[in-house]
């Protein structure tokens, strides 16, 4: 009995273990950590996916491409997980190279304007509002990684209780928030 290869529709032989097409596995099964991590290691050793081909796709087909991921064309995109790791080391070296590093004195004393508020009151109001814009600022740089990476299972989490009669599962709804947040950081 043949069937068709998830991702590129291909008809199979049943002992093919590969599309002779497309090269994917032919025997997948749902989503689960180990793929997530077997992903991360292929990261390091498979990097020519199509990282810009998945930016366009992403922008283009915005919601296709992680419902293609997790219902089997999983040779097509470049793996989420890799992707996210991209996006957040792109992201790190961007801050750290375009953004001077923040503090709040700086802040207050880069705002000369406070100068010409003649109100004490009111002078130490905008000043303590731009010392805090100046804090939240120095987290965001020294911590977005890890904002980010807390992010993404918290926001999975959180679509999963949602839709959690739906079809997907955790992992399912992981991949399609590693898909999400990494565009949106990136963008």
């Given amino acids: 009995m043949a069937n068709d290869c998830p991702n590129c529709e291909a008809a199979l032989v049943d002992n093919f273990h590969y599309c002779p097409q497309c090269g994917q596995k032919t025997n997948l099964h749902r989503l689960n950590f180990h793929d997530v991590w077997h992903g991360a290691l292929h990261y390091f050793v498979h990097a020519d996916k199509g990282f ?4 366009k796709d ?3 087909h915005s919601g296709s491409v992680a419902k293609e991921y997790v219902n089997g064309k999983r040779i ?6 890799n992707y996210l790791f991209l996006v957040a080391t792109i992201y790190v070296v961007m ?7 923040v ?3 700086s802040v207050v004393q880069s ?6 508020i003649k109100d004490k009151a009111q002078r130490e109001h905008v000043t303590h509002i731009y010392e805090r814009q100046g ?4 987290f965001m740089q ?5 904002v980010a990476i807390i992010a993404v299972p918290l926001i999975a989490f959180i679509y999963w209780l949602f839709y959690k009669r739906g079809k997907y599962n955790y992992t399912e709804h992981l991949a399609g928030c590693m898909y999400m947040i990494g565009f949106t950081n990136l963008v």
Avoid: C, M, W
């Fill in 52 to 55: 810009i081909r998945l930016l």
């Fill in 58 to 60: 992403l922008d283009l």
């Fill in 76 to 81: 097509k995109h470049f793996p989420p997980l």
């Fill in 95 to 101: 801050i750290n190279l375009l953004t001077p590093h």
């Fill in 103 to 105: 503090s709040a004195t």
């Fill in 111 to 116: 705002h000369p304007e406070l100068s010409y």
């Fill in 135 to 138: 804090q939240a600022v120095g």
């Fill in 142 to 146: 020294k911590y977005a990684n890890v």
